[in-house]
């Protein structure tokens, strides 16, 4: 696997808090997004040559961390909890030797850290005010002195001992201070070993093209870019300058692959609307624009059919009734507005790439409106199939042997093998998430596969299958029969990459946008995986 951008600190997505160590051997990086599992880390860096060196996990949010003058010492300071309860924790660790010792502060968090000299460090405390009337954290200092810092075995077991607390006003609760942009600073270091690095916004949607281009859609930096096969930028369309305009990180490439159509969402997030732009890929201009008065989800079809649907994607929830679904040609052109009804988040997830047919999913049944509100549920989902002759229900998303209780769609591929044709897709249960392979258009089930993690994009290349995962990990199956042959972290080097989009390029590459702003590239392994199942 290669990223792309190759750039260091892979961590990093946003340009958080660094520090470099007195010695100027060592540097820290608070790394972001935290992953799955919710445990903050912080990653350490030779700053010589930039190299990894070592990821401190976490128990609690990380509020502050220096380094000691002159020591190769990190203190981290923790904290997580509410106005009415809260815990801390004061990490040291020592780089060369990886070794960690911590004291933990129950009731309080740990709010700032500084090294009067070499021999102190000052610690300040916040437990919440629970007194209504006076609401707020009532914080505390104090100061633990010693001649020797290194090699502290147990912290619990009074390796370090304080003097006494001394209560400071809230406004004088010491942050710590940053004379420049922490991306400034990475960007320096960066230099300094003759590396670029950038600010990177989460990825959330990537496309491969004929030629080995990429197209990325990140979540507010640019609209949509385009990156040579190499990885090199070579345009970028910016997200139009507007208070409330975002990427919808929504991207439909036309079948010709010369044009694709974006979403921009405008609007507030109790009444957001979607701007379409139409971009060619050629150079990155805006051909067209088209407006629908809702929050769009894309859907398309192979031949260059595509439609809006409204997502419903709002906050309060919509108080209307949803907006009709217009179809599109290629180049923009209106045929015609489908009435789907109501979609939510275990509707919209429903987008099947690869189909021949428009698909989408459809609550089948009576809905109960309050004042113009929906207030439950359709009773069943059905997977349905518009063309010009109107809606056609196909078949249940539920299926024989389905856990009860709410069901909901996720991504999928329309396959054709020697068993025909059919749709592999996920659903989500309350006891747990699925891949089915089902028969077109019947749906009768093929096979399953529990897949145990919130599956983040589904596709297919000669035969196999690849899925990609919250939980770090793709894996590839056999389309026919689903058997797993290949699992793997999304890793490059020692970082593993968190997704939020993939996708098959037309050379077999799969191509995994990530939470950090990078696009991972699994290729020829991708295409060519070990035969023995997998194990786990």
Known sequence: MRAIPDEPFPEARWPYPAVVSGDGQWLALVATPAPRDGRPRVAVYRKGDLSPWHVVELDHYVEVFTFHPILPLLAIGTERGDEWERNGELVLFEPEPRRRTSLRFPGEGVTALRWIDERRLEVTL???????????????????????????EDL???????????????????RQPAADRPGDRLAAWAAEAGRPWGHRDAVMAVE????????????????????????????????????????????????????????????????????????????????????????????????????????????????????????????????????????????????VRRSPHLLFLQGIGERLFVQG?????????????????????????????????????????????????????????????????????????????????T????????????????????????QEDGEVLRRRPTAVGPHVFLPRCMSVAPNGEVLIGTAEGRIVVCGQEARDPDVHPAAG
């Open 126 to 152: 916040a437990e919440p005010n629970r007194c209504y009337d006076d609401p707020g954290d009532i914080s505390t200092r104090c100061v633990a002195e010693r001649d020797e810092w290194l090699g502290l």
């Open 156 to 174: 619990e077991g009074g390796g370090l001992t304080f003097g006494p607390r001394v209560a400071v006003e809230q406004e004088d609760v010491f």
């Open 208 to 351: 491969g093209l004929r030629d080995g281009r990429m197209l990325v859609a990140h979540l507010s930096s640019s609209l949509l870019a385009c990156r040579s096969a190499s990885g090199d930028l070579l345009w970028s369309v910016p997200v139009p300058e507007d208070t409330f305009h975002r990427s919808g990180g929504e991207v439909y490439v036309a079948p010709d692959g010369h044009t694709a159509w974006v979403t921009v969402l405008v609007g507030d997030s109790a009444d957001r609307k979607t701007l379409l732009q139409r971009i060619d890929l050629a150079d990155g201009t805006v051909l067209a624009e088209r407006r629908v008065d809702f929050p769009a989800t894309l859907v398309d079809r192979a031949d260059g059919a595509w439609a809006a649907r409204d997502s419903r994607d709002l906050f309060p929830t919509a108080r209307w009734a949803p907006y009709e679904t217009p179809v599109f040609t290629p180049t923009g052109r209106q045929l015609d507005t489908v009435a789907l009804g109501e979609c939510d988040s275990s509707y919209r997830g429903f987008r």
């Open 373 to 453: 509100y929906s207030s439950e549920p359709c009773p069943e989902k059905w997977v349905v199939r518009v063309a010009p002759e109107g809606i056609e229900p196909l078949f249940p998303l539920r299926w024989g042997t389905c856990p009860t209780g709410p069901i909901g769609g996720g991504p999928g591929v329309f396959v054709e093998d020697g068993l025909g044709q059919a749709i592999v897709h996920v659903c989500t249960t309350l006891d747990g998430t699925y891949l089915l392979r089902r028969a077109f258009p019947e749906g009768e089930v093929v096979w399953t596969y529990r897949v145990d993690a």
């Open 455 to 478: 599956v983040v994009g589904v596709d297919a290349h000669g035969g196999l299958l690849h899925v990609t995962t919250g939980e770090r990990e793709l894996l590839t199956l056999r």
